[in-house]
């Protein structure tokens, strides 16, 4: 598991250090492509990190849409940063039906992360800054590129839209 959080860590760190035709900073949300990434929205604060990316290679997830999330450890007894990949399941056909879907993802994740480590007032209100924003320039690249609208899979319960895996780092 190192191995793979090192290569997104990676990825995640030369994403932002190649630029390509279409990348836009979005203020916080870092919005792009990547030869490896169909599209990519990326942010980090206060320890907490969120990557929302659909790869060009298949994953083992019933849906392309990916996020990737790193979580601070706040225990000083017992150290221990949470990382889990979670397949979003944007089954919407609009792009406002897909926001929805992503935002209650990561929405998820951050009550998940924040519940036992003290935050800042501000700290959702900041993270969540421009969200909207920076997912439809996201969106929008997954459109081009084909990806989106997905077909939903048959049997497949909306109810249940996310897949999640975890692991943690001392």
């Not at 979005?26 to 604060?45: L, R, T």
């Not at 298949?58 to 979580?71: D, K, Q, R």
């Not at 990949?85 to 992360?113: C, N």
Request: proline letters at 5%.
């Amino acid at each position: 598991m190192m191995l793979k959080l090192s290569r997104i860590l990676v990825a995640a760190c030369v994403f932002l250090a190649i630029p390509t035709a279409a990348i836009a900073q979005s203020d916080e949300w870092f919005v792009g492509s990547h030869p490896d990434y169909h599209a990519a929205m990326m942010q980090q604060i206060d320890g907490i990190f969120v990557v929302v990316y659909v790869a060009k290679e298949p994953s083992i997830y019933a849906t392309p849409v990916l996020m990737e999330t790193i979580a601070p450890a706040c225990n000083t007894e017992r150290p221990i940063e949470l990382h889990g990949t979670t397949a979003v399941m944007a089954f919407g056909q609009t792009a406002e039906d897909r926001l929805a879907e992503v935002k209650s993802a990561v929405e998820r994740f951050i009550e998940r992360s924040v519940s036992a480590c003290p935050v800042a007032d501000d700290f959702e209100a900041r993270f969540f800054y421009r969200f909207d924003d920076a997912y439809l320039a996201t969106d929008a690249l997954l459109v081009e590129a084909g990806i989106f609208p997905l077909d939903e899979i048959d049997g497949m319960d909306r109810d249940s839209s996310t897949v999640e895996q975890e692991d943690s780092r001392d």
